[in-house]
């Protein structure tokens, strides 16, 4: 399982009862799917602010993309945080799930990283590059290679681009799209990878120091706190997002990761 040993299999019980209150009392908790690594280290933090209003939040620890919302959907989850909007959609409509957006977290410049050259300018014709094969996060990285003058995509397609929707690539570059935690073991082997910065960083990775071509800072693909449709107006869940984007959690990033993400409430 991809689940960490926190097991969901049992329901959420007191959990969903807790989210109807509207004040706050002893025993008032959540479960929060998260990713490992640097995702779980912030919200160890933004545990430790809820605590003090009397908010218990269970971190439920994934290594994917796809089962923490798929566990929120049926219920064994409260809220996750791991995604950004765009992602959400096409989850949403791939699967007929029904979660929405409940708060901005933290924004992650997605780059672009390699072992054998210095500069995009290096790559040579034919070279393999990769990027993840999720829908979403495959358009983005196609875009971001798009805003490095390496291709061209058709007109209009925007965050739903694919590979098939290259009008122009000069250099002939191969496209080699895989699951978006193995591209950074697999960087030996192709040219350049495009790497969502949680994976690059829990692989040793430095955003600022290793990236060859980055996203800017003020890039749209915030990340963000999602629950099911209908909770995103109960107290609890507001509770929930102000312990979050609090000051504490803020400094955090600021101080131990401000080379690879920012805060996106700022």
Request: aromatic share 8%; net charge negative.
């Amino acid at each position: 399982m991809v689940f960490a040993l926190t097991a969901i299999a049992a329901a959420c019980g007191n959990s969903n009862e807790n989210a109807n209150n509207s004040s706050p009392a002893a025993g008032d908790k959540l479960k929060i799917g998260v990713m490992a690594g640097v995702e779980e280290e912030i919200w160890k933090v933004a545990k430790e602010v809820a605590a003090k209003d009397n908010l218990d939040l269970e971190l439920v620890v994934f290594n994917d993309y796809v089962q923490p919302n798929k566990v929120l959907e049926d219920g064994q989850l409260d809220a996750n945080a791991f995604q950004h909007q765009p992602y959400l959609d096409e989850f949403n409509k791939s699967n007929g799930t029904h979660i929405v957006k409940l708060a901005d977290t933290i924004n992650y410049p997605i780059g672009v990283y390699s072992k054998k050259i210095k500069d995009l300018s290096e790559l040579k014709d034919g070279d393999t590059v990769g990027l993840p094969n999720d829908p979403t996060n495959g358009a983005r990285a196609l875009i971001l290679f798009q805003s490095a003058g390496l291709i061209k995509l058709k007109e209009g397609v925007g965050v739903t681009a694919t590979v098939r929707d290259i009008a122009e690539n000069p250099r002939n570059l191969k496209f080699k799209e895989l699951d978006a935690a193995f591209l950074p073991k697999a960087l030996g082997d192709l040219t350049a990878a495009v790497i969502n910065t949680n994976y690059a960083v829990d692989n040793g990775l430095s955003p600022t120091e290793d990236a060859i071509y980055r996203e800017p800072a003020d890039s749209p693909w915030v990340n963000i706190i999602a629950v099911r449709d209908g909770d995103q107006d109960k107290p609890i869940f507001q509770r929930l997002v102000k312990a979050f984007q609090s000051e504490e959690v803020k400094k955090f990033v600021t101080d131990n990761y401000s080379e690879s993400m920012v805060p996106a409430w700022q």
